[in-house]
């Protein structure tokens, strides 16, 4: 071997036999021996070295290791390196490990434009931003994820901590690695569904959802990466215990539904329930087209005995588990099936042959058990709720949040959405989506007196837009001046933040309370804002009616606008609630003992100071007989203004007054002429007092009516 003579090998075309016994020959001779110099010239090992070059992997030991693997591949291939498929390249990487095959993959990708299959699972490195750099070059990735880095920043990402650095940084490069360019405006949203379908955990899923909206940001792509929907398993048949007819007829229906994804879950729940009870009781019905009136009234019999954790095939350990199914879950798997049933046959998918509405109706004493239950929060919890977040600051946030260096949430932000949340009354999802302006003044012009109102000046009211609920469109509510103040105080310092579709209208907006380049989650009141409040107001978890939750403030709120202090009426609270009708309504309002025991003191004020007599009207009078008689018990007047006469309780000196023994023969004459009747009279303190029978009473009342004139006959005033 020590007398073996270089040669040139072919640079194009195969490898012949001469160049493969030469290479061969030299691949022998043991390692010890300085073989190197029999290679180094040779054209097809050039590119090679001149990566090494750069790389700065100047030993021999480095290029002894690309030089032996390449060696090795042109023996066993007979053909150049640049032909080499992926599979093979990545054959000759498994041979040589360690330092080598990260040598190997970077002389391939830039010695000769062989870039490696790259995944999540590839184990071909674990410092993927390493390779990254020496394959692309460490300059160009670096300014890659710092482009990165400072769009995170502007949305309010911070990596305090140098392990999420490195992960950032990681996923960044992986994502580059994966499409093999190092242009990151060539990702794609599909490139990121494919990493993130084979993410091998968790936290990789996590990272490349923050990148995401870092990538919308830049304007790469069009929307971030939602977690939320990779976490929705798709229904499947033998995991449910559901026939697969019946699991293909829902994925249908759920592709043509025009429902928020969100809803459709929530249906299929009832679908489930409805296969496994055909599975069990009914398995040669597979398909809607084979039910019948009678098969569906028999499914909501058997929904009325179901109990918790049957029809799930898992061990169940709730506490509720065998007890019978609450009324608004039997509603809610009926309400699934009427739905479905009711979209196929208006669809024509299959023929009708029951209506959904009679096949599937809720039993009447289930609806009858969805009782009309407000409930507002206690009124000592309310104010104390109310002035926590007035004045909550940033020592009230949590000390885990702090222990990263900076809080999770601005304080800001925290204190607009507890202000919000005690003062608009709006649902937390119309919380969530609330757009930047939302909030702004309107001038009401000054206004005379009218009625029982006294005169206006001219103010400033604060006004809301709510946005599109599932009740009404977009409107517009007054509110109160601190409310404005917190949501513009958050609005000077929020970070720019991407457009976001907004999941009700599919439109792009700009959510107020967003940050990090998502939405506020729909559970971040109850899990966030409201344990603040009840730790800094020194309250329980729960008041008289149960724990304290996002929705009871709406239900305080409007409580509270319907008392008598607030001057509201049922259909202006109706209104600022944002319903269409008062059915609605009802479910937030609660009559409270205050306002009821008022109301029913009115009540008996003016039963106290309201009586009824009796009359009697002729419809047609002979001449000179009067035409109502009223029954004073002891007589009868005639005056037709008997209602309104000062003289009602000394009617003895009165012109108008007729005994009730000169009048009885009369009746009974013409006792089909008169026409029975009670007339009621408002009766005044004086009157009230003298009808109880006290005989002070009644002679101050005739003190009264001394100098007053009295009625006559003879003229037809008082």
């Not at 460490?138 to 995170?152: A, C, G, N, T, Y």
């Not at 019978?324 to 196929?344: E, K, Y």
């Not at 409930?375 to 000592?380: A, F, L, Q, S």
């Amino acid at each position: 071997m020590r007398h073996l003579t270089c040669r040139a090998i072919s640079t194009n075309g195969p490898i012949t036999d001469d160049d493969a016994e030469f290479l061969k020959s030299v691949a022998a001779i043991p390692r010890r021996e300085p073989k190197i110099r029999f290679l180094i010239e040779l054209p097809v090992f050039q590119p090679a070295l001149k990566v090494l070059q750069e790389q700065r992997y100047v030993s021999n030991t480095a290029r002894n290791y690309v030089l032996n693997a390449i060696t090795d591949g042109l023996i066993t291939f007979r053909n150049q390196p640049y032909s080499w498929s992926r599979e093979q390249w990545a054959s000759i990487q498994a041979k040589y490990g360690s330092e080598a095959r990260t040598l190997l993959i970077t002389v391939a990708a830039r010695g000769y434009g062989i870039f490696p299959a790259f995944s999540p699972t590839s184990t071909t490195m674990s410092n993927r931003t390493v390779l990254a750099g020496r394959i692309f070059g460490k300059d160009v990735i670096e300014q890659e994820i710092q482009r990165v880095l400072l769009s995170l920043t502007r949305l309010g990402f911070h990596a305090t901590s140098e392990n999420r650095r490195v992960q950032l940084r990681r996923g960044i490069a992986d994502l580059l690695l994966c499409q093999s360019s190092p242009c990151l405006d060539l990702i794609t949203s599909k490139a990121l569904e494919d990493y993130v379908a084979a993410a091998p955990s968790v936290s990789n899923v996590k990272v490349i959802s923050t990148i995401s909206w870092a990538l919308v940001d830049l304007g790469i792509i069009a929307s971030p990466f939602s977690r939320k929907s990779s976490r929705r398993e798709p229904l499947h048949a033998d995991r449910h215990g559901i026939g697969k007819e019946w699991q293909e007829w829902c994925r249908r229906w759920q592709a043509a539904s025009a429902l928020s994804d969100r809803t459709k879950h929530g249906i299929c729940s009832g679908l489930v329930t409805a296969g496994r009870w055909l599975q069990l009781y009914h398995p040669d019905v597979e398909t809607p087209e084979q039910w019948t009136l009678d098969l569906a009234l028999e499914f909501v019999g058997f929904i009325g005995k179901l109990k918790v954790g049957e029809l799930t095939g898992l061990r169940c350990h709730h506490a509720s588990v065998g007890a019978p199914l609450m009324p608004h879950t039997q509603n809610g798997i009926l309400s699934a099936m009427r739905r479905v049933f009711r979209d196929l046959q208006q669809w024509e998918w299959i023929e009708t042959r029951f209506r959904p509405e009679r096949g599937f109706v809720t039993p009447l004493q289930v609806r009858r058990s969805f009782e009309i239950l407000p409930r507002p929060i206690d009124e000592g919890f309310w104010l104390k709720l109310r002035a926590s977040a007035l004045s909550l600051s940033d020592a009230d946030l949590p000390k885990t949040w702090k222990s990263i260096g900076r809080s999770w949430f601005p304080f800001e932000l925290v204190r607009a959405v507890a202000v919000t949340w005690l003062f608009s009354g709006c649902r937390s999802n119309e919380i969530e989506r609330l757009e930047v302006g939302c909030t702004y003044r309107v001038r009401i012009e000054a206004t005379e007196a009218h009625g029982e109102t006294g005169p206006v000046e001219e103010f400033d009211q604060a006004m809301l837009r709510v946005p599109v609920s599932k009740t009404r469109g977009e409107f517009v509510k007054p509110i109160e001046e601190a409310l404005l103040k917190a949501i513009q105080a958050w609005e000077k310092i929020r970070p720019h933040q991407p457009a976001i579709k907004d999941s009700t209208t599919k439109v792009l907006v700009q959510p107020v309370f967003a940050y990090r380049g998502r939405r506020i989650s729909e559970n971040f009141i109850n899990q966030i804002i409201i344990p603040i409040l009840l730790k800094k107001s020194g309250l329980p978890k729960q008041d008289s009616r149960g724990p304290i939750t996002s929705h009871r403030a709406r239900a305080t709120m409007a409580t509270r606008l319907y008392s008598n202090e607030s001057g509201m009426g049922s259909v202006e609270v109706m209104k600022w609630l944002g319903h269409k009708s008062f059915a609605s309504t009802q479910y937030y309002l609660e009559l409270t003992p205050t306002k009821l025991m008022r109301s029913f003191h009115r009540s008996g004020a003016l039963s106290e100071k309201t009586r009824y007599v009796s009359a009697l009207v002729d419809p047609r009078p002979e001449a000179g007989r009067p035409s109502i008689y009223y029954d004073l018990g002891h007589g009868w007047c005639t005056n037709d203004a008997y209602s309104a006469c000062k003289h009602r309780m000394a009617c003895a000196r009165c012109d108008f007054y007729v005994p009730s023994s000169d009048v009885q023969p009369q009746f009974k004459r013409q006792q089909g002429n008169f026409i029975k009747m009670l007339q009621e009279l408002n009766l005044t303190e004086d009157e009230r007092e003298a009808i109880s029978g006290d005989a002070e009473a009644v002679s101050r009342l005739l003190d009264k009516l001394e100098g007053a004139p009295v009625p006559s006959s003879q003229r037809k005033t008082l």
